[in-house]
């Protein structure tokens, strides 16, 4: 006859409950995600079957679309087929991060590749000014270089958002204590205090147009190359991201 050691039913029940939390809080993230990935895409598709149907309803009457209203269709189709594509994107890269192909790279060089990509984003009609500041010191780091550049696009990106009508954006770097910390800077409405502890979960955003995973993204690249992203400062004057490398030699 075998004695049950004191103690022992107990602890294996709370292993079998801690199980069955485990499972249920991995049920719950994966619902939130899916959830999130069909809310997201759902939009940019809707819109393009809409165009879809109204160009073949009107074939379909023997009216030919006029070449303006063509265009125009077609380029809303344009825009929201690549907007649905840079979401599965950015969704494969904060899944499944590829390992990093680290070389040397230019960070002025970079953040110039940035600015000149996102200058379309960039508020129209209204004043948006634009300080970067890299010391020599800073300069250089090894990184993946699409990845850094990723990264970098969507913190600038972020910053943009939260300056429709204008304003001032910073991207200052600094070397010490064996980092390279990279801030990006706006004047826009900040982050509320509520908002803070979930600012990098996918899928939050409390921008109307987002997608909400361009932060989760930036953090993926960041950890993916040893580093952080965090929110360094946050007031109704503005935000400041720092992205956060190891200094290597």
């Given at each position: 006859?075998?004695?049950?050691?004191?103690?022992?039913?107990?602890?294996?029940?709370?292993?079998?409950?801690?199980?069955?939390?485990?499972?249920?809080?991995?049920?719950?993230?994966?619902?939130?995600?899916?959830?999130?990935?069909?809310?997201?895409?759902?939009?940019?598709?809707?819109?393009?079957?809409?165009?879809?149907?109204?160009?073949?309803?009107?074939?379909?009457?023997?009216?030919?679309?006029?070449?303006?209203?063509?265009?125009?269709?077609?380029?809303?189709?344009?825009?929201?087929?690549?907007?649905?594509?840079?979401?599965?994107?950015?969704?494969?890269?904060?899944?499944?991060?590829?390992?990093?192909?680290?070389?040397?790279?230019?960070?002025?060089?970079?953040?110039?590749?940035?600015?000149?990509?996102?200058?379309?984003?960039?508020?129209?009609?209204?004043?948006?000014?634009?300080?970067?500041?890299?010391?020599?010191?800073?300069?250089?780091?090894?990184?993946?270089?699409?990845?850094?550049?990723?990264?970098?696009?969507?913190?600038?990106?972020?910053?943009?958002?939260?300056?429709?009508?204008?304003?001032?954006?910073?991207?200052?770097?600094?070397?010490?204590?064996?980092?390279?910390?990279?801030?990006?800077?706006?004047t826009g409405g900040g982050v509320a205090s509520h908002d803070a502890p979930r600012i990098f979960d996918p899928f939050f955003s409390t921008k109307p147009a987002a997608a909400g995973l361009g932060l989760c993204v930036a953090q993926t690249i960041a950890e993916s190359h040893g580093g952080t992203v965090r929110l360094a400062a946050a007031s109704a004057a503005g935000a400041e991201f720092v992205l956060t490398l190891p200094a290597?030699?």
């Amino acid at each position: 006859m075998s004695v049950e050691a004191p103690g022992s039913a107990p602890a294996g029940e709370e292993r079998v409950a801690l199980v069955a939390r485990l499972t249920a809080e991995k049920s719950e993230a994966l619902g939130r995600l899916a959830a999130g990935i069909a809310h997201e895409l759902r939009n940019p598709l809707a819109v393009i079957l809409a165009r879809v149907q109204l160009l073949e309803l009107g074939l379909k009457n023997g009216k030919a679309p006029e070449p303006e209203r063509l265009e125009r269709a077609l380029c809303t189709i344009e825009e929201q087929a690549f907007r649905a594509s840079k979401i599965i994107e950015s969704l494969s890269v904060f899944a499944r991060p590829r390992v990093p192909e680290i070389n040397p790279i230019d960070l002025g060089e970079t953040v110039g590749h940035v600015l000149a990509s996102l200058r379309t984003r960039m508020p129209q009609g209204a004043a948006l000014l634009t300080n970067v500041v890299i010391p020599p010191e800073a300069r250089t780091l090894l990184a993946d270089r699409d990845q850094l550049t990723t990264a970098l696009t969507q913190l600038v990106v972020n910053a943009l958002e939260a300056m429709p009508s204008g304003g001032r954006l910073e991207i200052r770097a600094r070397r010490a204590d064996g980092t390279i910390d990279i801030a990006v800077a706006d004047t826009g409405g900040g982050v509320a205090s509520h908002d803070a502890p979930r600012i990098f979960d996918p899928f939050f955003s409390t921008k109307p147009a987002a997608a909400g995973l361009g932060l989760c993204v930036a953090q993926t690249i960041a950890e993916s190359h040893g580093g952080t992203v965090r929110l360094a400062a946050a007031s109704a004057a503005g935000a400041e991201f720092v992205l956060t490398l190891p200094a290597r030699d």
